[in-house]
């Protein structure tokens, strides 16, 4: 397996633009979250799934942050519209859940909203 | 919701020396303990976790310790060498719950020198 794959890597974008930041966890994890690192505030939890149904979004900052996950093997992150306070690392993990709370992390997506 | 507090935020070893983390928690609930290891510019990999049924867990150079009724626990490396120059994070969850939420410190950043 691959691992966790997350694009873009790198996204730089204009204030007030929409962002959607895509991840594909490994296959067979029925869990999945995504985090935001920030200098200031460390790895924060954002929103998680279970089999693709939104658990827990307590951590999501905004109504401006949203998240969906259609499907076992694709997850996406937007913001719309985004700030310059958005600019960070977002991590998509995902986990199996069976036992483990082992989380496996993506590559990340580094935000910068200028 | 948990909080979990991580001491120091920085930390400069000689190799070859003793290096060691602390981090306290304030769920009583939580039972699961991982700590993750992220180098500059990549992804956070788990190295070692212990569950609240367990006092010390070894693997190698590194071992962490957790005292529940002081609600704290502890990341140890010995023999230090230069490649684990990164930042270290602690974690909690109550997986009892079912939740598989992961709670992290805001990291400690470890430098060792040659």
């Known amino acids: 397996d691959a691992g966790v794959i997350q694009s873009p890597r790198h996204e730089v974008t204009e204030m007030g633009q929409e962002v959607t930041l895509r991840c594909k966890p490994i296959s067979g994890h029925d869990y999945l979250f995504w985090y935001r690192q920030t200098m200031m505030r460390g790895l924060e939890l954002l929103i998680y799934f279970n089999n693709n149904v939104p658990i827990d979004d307590s951590g999501m900052p905004e109504d401006r942050f949203s998240a969906k996950m259609p499907n076992a093997s694709f997850s996406t992150l937007k913001i719309q519209p985004s700030e310059p306070r958005d600019s960070a690392v977002y991590f998509c993990?995902?986990?199996?859940?069976?036992?483990?709370?082992?989380?496996?992390f993506g590559s990340g997506t580094q935000l910068s909203v200028l | 919701g948990e909080n979990v507090e991580q001491h120091p935020s920085t930390l400069s070893v000689q190799e070859g020396d003793s290096a060691v983390i602390k981090c306290t928690y304030s769920?009583?609930?939580?039972?699961?303990f991982p700590w993750y290891k992220q180098e500059l510019g990549k992804r956070p990999q788990l190295i070692i976790d212990?569950?609240?049924?367990?006092g010390e867990k070894k693997d190698q150079r590194i071992a962490v310790t957790l005292n529940k009724t002081a609600k704290h626990f502890s990341l140890h490396i010995t023999e230090t060498q230069p490649e684990d120059s990164a930042v270290y994070f602690c974690a909690a969850s109550d997986s009892g719950a079912g939740s598989y939420q992961l709670t992290f410190g805001k990291g400690t950043k470890l430098s060792v020198i040659p």
């Open positions: 769920d009583s609930a939580s039972n699961y």
């Open positions: 993990a995902s986990s199996s859940g069976t036992g483990t709370e082992k989380l496996f």
């Open positions: 212990i569950r609240s049924n367990v």
